[in-house]
């Protein structure tokens, strides 16, 4: 395989999961007032929209971290990590 191929399946995924992405987001964003108000409930009609919008604002933040892997770490022969 060629690294021509690659750049081709590497730019394939970007757009596909941009367009994805993309499509969450205005998704969310047209249903941003239902899932207030089934959500939020309460005050008012403006609050529950933000507060809508602040939980997907707080789940798309780039301050989220992976999941750690739960393998094991390697010993020394005496049991002590490297």
Known sequence: ????ALSRKAVVAVVVGNWL???DFLAFTFFAV???RAFFPGGSEFGS???????FGVASS???SAPRSSAPTRTEPGG???
């Open 1 to 4: 395989m060629s690294s021509q």
């Open 21 to 23: 992405e993309f499509y």
């Open 34 to 36: 239902m899932i207030g």
């Open 49 to 55: 929209l933000l507060s809508a919008l602040a939980t």
């Open 62 to 64: 780039p301050g989220r």
């Open 80 to 82: 002590v990590p490297r």
